[in-house]
C-alpha cells in the first residue's frame, strides 16, 4: 500500500466512523431528515459546499479548464454564486418556515397536493440519481488510478464508502462528514495551488508564461480557445453558453433540492443567511483555486491525456508526496460528500414523498427509509457497471435540469397569490420534460439547438409558460392562499436588532470579497497578460470589472433586506 492509497483509505475509516457516530444518536424521523433543526452555521456552509463541489468539480472542470478554457473560468464574474444570497432571501428561509422535512414535502404542503409532492419527487429521483451516478463514477475512476484493482472493483467500494454511513445516519452523519470534507478538500487545494504557483514563479509568471504557451495560444484570453478543434466556434458562441450555465447553476444553487434542502436543517432563519453569504465566497475561492490549479499545471505537461486527469498527474508527479496524497483524499472527499447528499435526498424521496404513508410511525419510517436508500444504491450500482464514464458533460446534463424543473414554481409558491396546485404540477413535469428531452435528443446527435434555445433556457421557459397558463384556468384554494400567507410572518423569535446586526455584517464579507479579488486580479492577472500578448486587454479587464460590481450591489441588497426583515 503507497500512501495515497493509505491517504484515501483512512479518510475514508474517519467518515464511516463520524457517520455510524451520528446514527446511533438518530431517536425519531425528525433527526433523520432534518437532523433536528438544530445545525449551525459552520455545519451549513460545510454541506452546502461540499455537495456542490464533486468529482466534476476536480476532475471535469479542471480538465475543462486545463484544456483551452482557463481565461473565461478565472475572468468571468462568479455570476451563479450571488444566487445563494437570492436564494436564501427568496426561497431559503421561507422554506425552514414551512417545518417540512423534504423540499418535494414543503410542495406537497404548500400546493395541498400529493401529486405535486410526487412530481418534485420524481424529479430529485430522476435528477440526483443521475448525479449520483457520476460522482459514484468518478470516485471510482479516481480509486483506479492509485490502488491497483479494476474499475468494477472500484465502483463497489466507492459506493461502500458512502453508503456505509449514508444510510444509518442520514441528514445527521451526512452534515458532520460532509463539513470535514469540505474543510479537507478545500484547505489541501489551497496548499497544493499554493505550491503549483511557487513552482511556476509566481502567480504573475504564471499568467505571463501561461498567456505565452506555444500550444495554447488563447488559453487565459477571455473567451479561451475557440474554433475548430473546441466546442466552441467563437467567442460569442462561448460567452453564450457561459452566461447559461451561470443562470443555471446559480438557480441550482438557489432552489435545487440538495441546496435548499440544507436551510431546513439549519438553527434558525439569521443560520440560513449568514451560511448563504459564506458559502458564495468559499464556493467561489475554492473554484478559483481549482481553476487556476489546473491551468498552471499545462506549464510542466500541456499534453495530458485525457485531460480530467490532470490534478492526479499533478498529486504524483508535480507535489510532495503527502501534499499529493492529501490532494487526492481530498478529491475522494468531494466525490463522497456529494455522492451521501444524493444518496440520501433520493432515498428520501423514494421512501417520504413518492407515495403517502401517513399511517406509519417514526420508527416504520426510519425502517422503510433505510431499506429505500439501499435500494437506490444498488440500483445506482447496477447502472453505474454498464455506462460510460463522461464526468463533465454528464454533471452539465443531470445538474442544471432543477433550473427548468423546479425554478418557476419554487419562487412563485412564495411570492405568488394565484399559482394554483396544476399550475405547480405541470410546471415541473413540463420544465423537466422540455429539459431532459431536447438534451437527450442532441447528446444522441438527433438535432441541433441554437444556443440561445439551449435545453435549460427552453425547459425555464416552458416551465414559466404553463404555470402561469394553467394557473389562469384554476383557482387557489383557501388552504393554500393560508399557507402562503403564514410563510410570510417573520417569527417573533427571529427578530432583535442585535441578532439582527450580527447577520447583517455577513454580507459586508462579500462586499471587501469582491474588491480584494479585483485588486488582486488586476495587478497579478491583467497586467502581466497585457505584457505576455502586447495587447491593452480592454475585454478582459471590463468583464473582470463586472464581478465585483455585481458582488457588491448583491451584498447591499442582503444588507438591507436583513435589517428590515428581522431589525
Sequence with gaps: MNIYSFAILASVLVYIAIGNYAGRRVKKLEDYYVAGRRAPTLLIVGTLVASIISTNAFLGETGFVYQGQAGPYLLWPAIAATFYIHGALFFGRYLRRSRAITVADYFGQRFNSQRVQTAAGLTIIFGLGGYLLAVTQGAAYLLTQ????????????????????????????????????FLLFSGIALVALLFLIHQAGGMSNAVYDLASLPDKPDLMSWTGIVGDDSPFSSGLHFALWNVTLALAWGMVYAVSPWQSSRYLI????????????????????????????????????????????????????????????????????????????????????????????????????LR????????????VLMIAFVTPVDLFWLTYFVGTLFASSWGPVALMSVWSRRITADAAYWGIISGFVF??????????????????????????????????????????????QVFRMR??????????????????????????????????????????????????????IVILSVGPVLWIATALFAWRMIRRSYG
Design 368 to 379: 422503510l427509509s433505510r431499506l429505500m436508500m439501499l435500494a437506490v444504491g444498488l440500483v
Design 435 to 480: 429539459n431532459a428531452a431536447p438534451k437527450a435528443l442532441e447528446t444522441l446527435g438527433w438535432i441541433e439547438l441554437p444556443i440561445w434555445l439551449d435545453p435549460i433556457l427552453l425547459g425555464g421557459m416552458v416551465s414559466l409558460a404553463v404555470v402561469l397558463w394553467v394557473s389562469k384556468l384554476g383557482t387557489v384554494s383557501r388552504r393554500e
Design 266 to 365: 439549519a438553527r434558525d432563519e439569521h443560520v440560513v443567511m449568514r451560511a448563504a453569504c459564506v458559502a458564495a465566497v468559499c464556493l467561489t475561492l475554492l473554484e478559483i483555486t481549482l481553476y487556476f490549479a489546473g491551468a498552471v499545471i499545462n506549464l510542466s505537461n500541456p499534453a495530458i491525456d485525457p485531460p480530467h486527469e490532470v490534478m492526479i498527474f499533478a498529486a504524483r508527479n508535480l507535489l510532495p508526496s503527502l501534499v499529493g496524497a492529501l490532494l487526492l483524499a481530498g478529491i475522494m472527499a468531494a466525490a463522497l460528500s456529494s455522492a451521501s447528499t444524493f444518496l440520501s435526498l433520493v432515498g428520501f424521496s423514494v421512501s417520504n414523498d413518492v407515495f403517502a404513508h401517513r399511517s406509519m410511525g417514526d420508527e416504520q419510517m
Design 146 to 181: 492509485v490502488i491497483d484493482i479494476s474499475y468494477t472493483q472500484a465502483l463497489v467500494v466507492s459506493w461502500l464508502s458512502y453508503t456505509a454511513f449514508t444510510m444509518y445516519s442520514g441528514t445527521r452523519g451526512v452534515i458532520l462528514t460532509d463539513t470535514l470534507m
Design 487 to 540: 410563510l410570510h410572518r417573520v417569527p417573533a423569535s427571529e427578530t432583535g436588532r442585535a441578532r439582527a446586526a450580527v447577520t447583517a455584517r455577513f454580507p459586508l464579507v462579500m462586499v471587501i470579497y469582491g474588491l480584494v479579488f479585483y485588486a488582486i486580479f488586476m495587478v497579478a492577472y491583467i497586467r502581466p497578460y497585457q505584457l505576455a500578448t502586447g495587447t491593452a486587454a480592454i475585454r478582459e
